[in-house]
């Protein structure tokens, strides 16, 4: 009985929107969030899964307010790297501010957690991002704004750690995602167990590590898979990751996952990505429109 008490005291801190947040988050009063500007508003979206509210951007067409036939648009949502927030994309890389309004899509950039990795961590129930970005995150864009709600509408991106979050996300789920991107992606977890506390979700490498394997994008890849989304990859000749980049495309031209990969001048940097995102962008606009 102490169980269920904990559990329906968090549900209903949850709906009165009392949860302790990863960051302040009082002002906000509305479903549709508090205007950072025109087109940009920043929303708490609450995770059952893990007992908290976490903040996220949503970046809006310009059309979303201007049409009077209140059209439905698609969703991208796009994931921050390792030590990042919510709130990078739209502060380092602006551009997307433009881009939503140029495809007519809602970009959604939500918080992912220091070092989360976007796995649903089995030994920290505190650190559950593939159920909250994967479907938490969406049900609540789909209920709070006009939306196509089918996978072909429903496209996922990241860079570095968020790259590898949506490739894995997308995979596994690819009912939910139809279109999926990667840039920079740590594809293969298990090259970089030295560091950046994979093993505070995962446990030491040594002790589990057919469990880093089956969390790692380069061996889902390597599954038999009935259904895949359409996916890009692109990552800079001289980017630190650039060997797992190669590995994962090898691995799904092997497998015949359909993809299309990327290389091209750049690093593990912000002047990349920026670059980068406009070719998901476009890459995701052409599959909404073909379907």
Request: net charge negative.
């Amino acid at each position: 009985m102490q169980g269920l008490k904990i559990i329906t005291t968090v549900l209903i801190c949850l709906a009165l929107g009392a949860c302790r947040t990863e960051e302040p988050t009082k002002e906000l009063t509305t479903p549709i969030g508090i205007s950072i500007d025109s087109l940009v508003r920043r929303v708490a979206i609450p995770s059952l899964a893990m007992g908290k509210v976490y903040n996220a951007n949503i970046i809006l067409p310009e059309s979303y307010f201007l049409d009077s036939t209140m059209q439905s648009y698609p969703v991208v949502y796009l994931l921050h790297g390792y030590s990042g927030q919510y709130s990078h994309w739209y502060e380092k890389a602006p551009i997307i501010r433009s881009l939503a309004s140029e495809y007519d899509m809602i970009i959604v950039t939500p918080e992912g957690g220091y070092a989360s990795w976007y796995i649903d961590s089995p030994i920290d129930s505190s650190s559950q991002f593939f159920t909250y970005i994967s479907q938490e995150v969406p049900s609540y864009i789909d209920e709070h704004f006009r939306t196509y709600p089918e996978a072909r509408y429903r496209g996922i991106t990241g860079l570095s750690m968020g790259g590898h979050g949506a490739l894995s996300i997308a995979l596994t789920m690819p009912n939910l995602f139809g279109v999926a991107g990667s840039m920079s992606g740590a594809l293969d977890i298990r090259h970089i167990k030295e560091d950046y506390e994979i093993d505070k979700l995962l446990g030491e490498y040594e002790a589990d590590s057919l469990l880093w394997a089956s969390h790692s994008v380069v061996v889902m890849a390597q599954q038999p898979l009935r259904k895949t989304p359409l996916i890009l990859m692109d990552c800079g000749v001289d980017d630190i990751v650039i060997e797992m980049n190669r590995l994962l495309h090898q691995t799904m031209l092997d497998s015949k996952i359909r993809h299309t990969y990327i290389e091209r001048p750049g690093e593990h940097t912000w002047l990349y990505w920026e670059d980068a995102i406009e070719c998901q962008l476009k890459f995701f606009d052409k599959a909404f429109k073909e379907g």
